[in-house]
């Protein structure tokens, strides 16, 4: 019984809806996003398995932490709708219920979605939005222009002989990540549509950018350049798919 309701602490700790202000007498849905990491095929365990990268280092990851926000959906090429809600952060540490629900969505057929990687800059600044005690470590340095963290990815490598730590840290609205994803959703009055979106941890070390640990400093806070390379890879690192039932 103490396992399950610790289960349950954890899960309530992850889970975000957003409450969005739409016409109560227009027809609402719910969208659903279940975020799922791998490395590769294999799912990602956290402070437990090495993975190879395309450098050919070694790396496990120890803590994975990111914000998503601004979702919105499209038809036609054109923007139906978008959340209001504030930034809702995923830890991958809790990989069993890492499920993101966005309210009071209208009715209707879409072809598309985006969402951002990191904080829309309305809310990316210090107390723009309120967070949790597990996030207070997101907060991105004054010095640095304030605001929060996008992403901590952190971990240690090892290549033959040599090993090592990295921390990938990005922040500020210049890097801020647009994903878009081709895909048709049927929003339905009361109800729930399921997307299945899964991030390979490979696709920060090399597309485009070949990210050598053994060969490079591995730390990203406050450097530019290097954020320039995670933003470029961050382009890929998703696939997003509609759950099957």
Not at 118 to 145: K, R
Not at 199 to 213: A, G, V
């Given at each position: 019984?103490?396992?399950?309701?610790?289960?349950?602490?954890?899960?309530?700790?992850?889970?975000?809806?957003?409450?969005?202000?739409?016409?109560?007498?227009?027809?609402?849905?719910?969208?659903?996003?279940?975020?799922?990491?791998?490395?590769?095929?294999?799912?990602?365990?956290?402070?437990?398995?090495?993975?190879?990268?395309?450098?050919?280092?070694?790396?496990?990851?120890?803590?994975?932490?990111?914000?998503?926000?601004?979702?919105?959906?499209?038809k036609n090429g054109?923007?139906?709708?978008?959340?209001?809600?504030?930034?809702?952060?995923?830890?991958?540490?809790?990989?069993?219920?890492?499920?993101?629900?966005?309210?009071?969505?209208?009715?209707?057929?879409?072809?598309?979605?985006?969402?951002?990687?990191?904080?829309?800059?309305?809310?990316?600044?210090?107390?723009?939005?309120?967070?949790?005690?597990?996030?207070?470590?997101?907060?991105?340095?004054?010095?640095?222009?304030?605001?929060?963290?996008?992403?901590?990815?952190?971990?240690?490598?090892?290549?033959?002989?040599?090993?090592?730590?990295?921390?990938?840290?990005?922040?500020?609205?210049?890097?801020?990540?647009?994903?878009?994803?081709?895909l048709p959703l049927?929003?339905?009055?009361?109800?729930?549509?399921?997307?299945?979106?899964?991030?390979?941890?490979?696709?920060?070390?090399?597309?485009?950018?070949?990210?050598?640990?053994?060969?490079?400093?591995?730390?990203?806070?406050?450097?530019?350049?290097?954020?320039?390379?995670?933003?470029?890879?961050?382009?890929?690192?998703?696939?997003?798919?509609?759950?099957?039932?």
């Amino acid at each position: 019984m103490r396992q399950f309701l610790t289960f349950f602490l954890l899960c309530a700790l992850v889970f975000s809806c957003s409450k969005d202000e739409t016409a109560l007498s227009e027809p609402q849905g719910r969208i659903s996003i279940d975020f799922r990491h791998f490395a590769g095929t294999d799912s990602l365990l956290i402070a437990k398995e090495y993975y190879p990268n395309a450098a050919g280092n070694e790396y496990r990851v120890s803590y994975l932490k990111y914000f998503i926000s601004g979702l919105s959906l499209y038809k036609n090429g054109r923007k139906i709708w978008q959340t209001k809600a504030p930034p809702i952060s995923i830890n991958a540490k809790y990989q069993d219920c890492l499920q993101a629900a966005f309210e009071q969505v209208p009715v209707g057929s879409y072809d598309s979605l985006s969402f951002a990687f990191g904080i829309v800059p309305e809310y990316n600044y210090h107390g723009g939005f309120e967070i949790s005690n597990d996030d207070y470590d997101m907060y991105w340095p004054i010095n640095l222009g304030g605001g929060y963290h996008f992403m901590k990815f952190e971990g240690h490598w090892r290549d033959g002989d040599e090993f090592g730590t990295f921390a990938f840290h990005v922040g500020a609205n210049e890097n801020l990540i647009i994903h878009g994803f081709k895909l048709p959703l049927d929003v339905q009055e009361a109800q729930s549509t399921f997307i299945i979106m899964t991030m390979d941890t490979h696709e920060w070390f090399e597309n485009p950018y070949l990210f050598d640990l053994s060969k490079e400093n591995g730390y990203t806070m406050g450097n530019q350049g290097q954020m320039n390379n995670l933003v470029l890879n961050g382009q890929h690192v998703f696939k997003a798919k509609l759950q099957d039932f």
